[in-house]
């Protein structure tokens, strides 16, 4: 299962990292796939053996130093 999240804040690799390792210690994920774009909001893939809970991914990337983009916002 694949969930999609829009993450703002990353601007390089060093951001990516630290947003994967959080993300990977959720007990459900299998791989997180990042799509950085440093104009704004990245793109996130998370995979997973069943549903995540989307605010285990928004404690994870707070714990990283970023935050979830909010649900319709134009970044």
Aim: net charge negative; with cysteine.
């Amino acid at each position: 299962m694949q969930t999609t999240f829009s993450v703002d804040g990353m601007t390089c690799g060093h951001c990516v990292r630290h947003v994967t390792a959080e993300l990977m210690a959720i007990a459900e994920v299998s791989d997180v796939q990042v799509e950085l774009n440093t104009g704004g909001s990245s793109l996130v893939v998370v995979t997973s053996d069943t549903a995540v809970d989307p605010d285990a991914v928004a404690a994870a990337v707070d714990e990283a130093g970023y935050q979830l983009t909010p649900p319709g916002s134009l970044l």
